[in-house]
């Protein structure tokens, strides 16, 4: 507020100073045209005369030069602002690539430094919306032409029993995943829209962090995964729901990525205000080129999409713990499994 308060000083100041710089050449211009004038006949300007005629003259002068420096001046300081109307206009047709450089003075300054961040963020708005919608319309169109495929089957063929449970068992599964993935886009766009955490209570961390491993329990049984916990009793002051979500979306994928019989480590430490939390899973790992990109949406590591999953999860946890004053991070190596690290305030 006080720094809007100190621009908006600064610009009737400028325009205070160039009004009267405008007066000033006015009035010098003027007098000296007058004078020349009268030296020369031009105007006559005798005590015994009246002076109604010369005000008369001496006016339309000084009217004629004001106006002729007024257009002259204008152009100064109005050059930056048709600099600005170009810009804005070639940012309205949607060239996000256009800069502005203004270097006099340091408010334009500040203009110009504003409106290209500006700019830049609308191009990496625009970059991201394209990759979003690609990406989005071919996780949805993938298990679409699935179900239209093994549904059109079933309508022109007569398959046996067990022929017909398996395209069933595909459509069920495609659904699901269908489903699934509405579900998740429509709960990271709420997530997204949020700029105010609301609802927040006083609970056991830890305690949230055991039912979550439980929920997944048909998941890492499967697999026969081993976990080895060590945590802390931590209370802490958070949105309950939302922080679920980032715990079931970390185990998830630390299931998900581990090797059958594998083992999963689980840690939480309180450490100077925050509450640590890390799991270590004993898959694949990630390469120093993927780990860059796998808090982007809809960015999958497993290229070949042997492993289910959108690309939404991390996305999701990022957001939450944002909102929270949180951060994750990632530690890995190729062949060497993930530790995701969690740092939250209590």
Same mark, same amino acid.
């Given at each position: +507020?006080?720094?809007?308060?100190?621009?908006?000083?600064?610009?009737?100041?400028?325009? *205070?100073?160039?009004?009267?710089?405008?007066?000033?050449?006015? @009035?010098?211009?003027?007098?000296?045209?007058?004078?020349?004038?009268?030296?020369?006949?031009?105007?006559?300007?005798?005590?015994?005369? /009246?002076?109604? %005629?010369?005000?008369?003259?001496?006016?339309?002068?000084?009217?004629?030069?004001?106006?002729?420096?007024?257009?002259? +001046?204008?152009?100064? %300081?109005?050059?930056?602002?048709?600099?600005?109307?170009?810009?804005?206009?070639? !940012?309205? !047709?949607?060239?996000?690539?256009?800069?502005?450089?203004?270097?006099?003075?340091?408010?334009?300054?500040?203009?110009?430094?504003?409106?290209?961040? +500006?700019?830049? &963020?609308?191009?990496?708005?625009? @970059?991201?919306? #394209?990759?979003?919608?690609?990406?989005?319309?071919?996780?949805?169109?993938?298990?679409?032409?699935?179900?239209? $495929?093994?549904? =059109?089957?079933?309508?022109?063929?007569? %398959?046996?029993?067990?022929?017909?449970?398996?395209?069933?068992?595909?459509?069920?599964?495609?659904?699901?995943?269908?489903?699934?993935? #509405?579900? *998740?886009?429509?709960?990271? #766009?709420?997530?997204?829209?949020?700029?105010?955490? *609301?609802?927040?209570? !006083?609970?056991?961390?830890?305690?949230?962090?055991?039912?979550?491993?439980?929920?997944?329990?048909?998941?890492? /049984?499967?697999?026969?995964?081993?976990?080895?916990?060590?945590?802390?009793?931590?209370?802490?002051?958070?949105?309950?729901?939302?922080?679920?979500?980032?715990? +079931?979306?970390?185990?998830?994928?630390?299931?998900?990525? #581990?090797?059958?019989?594998?083992?999963?480590?689980?840690?939480? =430490?309180?450490?100077? $205000?925050?509450?640590?939390?890390? !799991?270590?899973?004993?898959?694949?790992?990630?390469?120093?080129?993927?780990?860059?990109?796998?808090?982007?949406?809809?960015?999958?590591?497993? *290229?070949?999409?042997?492993?289910? $999953?959108?690309?939404?999860?991390?996305?999701?946890?990022?957001?939450?713990? &944002?909102?929270?004053? $949180?951060?994750?991070?990632?530690?890995?190596?190729?062949?060497?499994?993930?530790?995701?690290?969690?740092?939250?305030?209590?």
């Amino acid at each position: +507020m006080k720094k809007r308060a100190g621009v908006r000083i600064k610009i009737t100041l400028l325009t *205070t100073g160039f009004v009267f710089i405008l007066l000033v050449l006015t @009035m010098f211009a003027s007098n000296a045209i007058i004078i020349f004038a009268i030296k020369h006949g031009w105007i006559t300007a005798r005590p015994e005369q /009246s002076i109604i %005629p010369f005000l008369f003259q001496s006016g339309i002068i000084s009217i004629i030069i004001g106006t002729a420096i007024s257009l002259f +001046m204008s152009r100064l %300081p109005l050059r930056p602002l048709h600099t600005l109307i170009q810009a804005i206009h070639e !940012v309205s !047709v949607g060239n996000y690539d256009v800069k502005i450089h203004l270097e006099h003075p340091r408010e334009f300054q500040e203009l110009s430094e504003c409106f290209n961040q +500006m700019t830049a &963020e609308l191009a990496g708005t625009e @970059m991201f919306r #394209s990759d979003f919608i690609n990406n989005f319309s071919h996780e949805f169109k993938t298990p679409i032409v699935s179900i239209l $495929g093994f549904a =059109r089957l079933l309508r022109s063929q007569v %398959p046996d029993g067990c022929q017909s449970r398996e395209y069933l068992d595909i459509i069920i599964e495609e659904s699901r995943r269908l489903s699934d993935l #509405s579900a *998740t886009v429509l709960n990271l #766009s709420k997530v997204e829209s949020l700029t105010l955490l *609301t609802d927040k209570t !006083v609970y056991s961390l830890s305690e949230q962090i055991r039912e979550s491993i439980l929920l997944l329990e048909s998941k890492w /049984s499967k697999k026969q995964i081993n976990f080895d916990i060590d945590m802390e009793e931590v209370i802490i002051t958070a949105n309950e729901p939302l922080l679920k979500q980032v715990w +079931m979306n970390l185990l998830d994928n630390a299931v998900k990525f #581990s090797p059958a019989e594998g083992r999963i480590t689980i840690t939480l =430490r309180l450490n100077i $205000g925050n509450a640590v939390f890390t !799991v270590k899973d004993q898959g694949e790992g990630i390469d120093d080129k993927t780990i860059k990109f796998i808090f982007d949406k809809f960015y999958q590591g497993d *290229t070949s999409h042997n492993i289910e $999953g959108n690309g939404l999860g991390l996305p999701l946890v990022k957001k939450i713990l &944002e909102l929270h004053r $949180g951060e994750v991070s990632v530690q890995s190596q190729a062949k060497k499994g993930c530790i995701f690290i969690v740092r939250l305030p209590v």
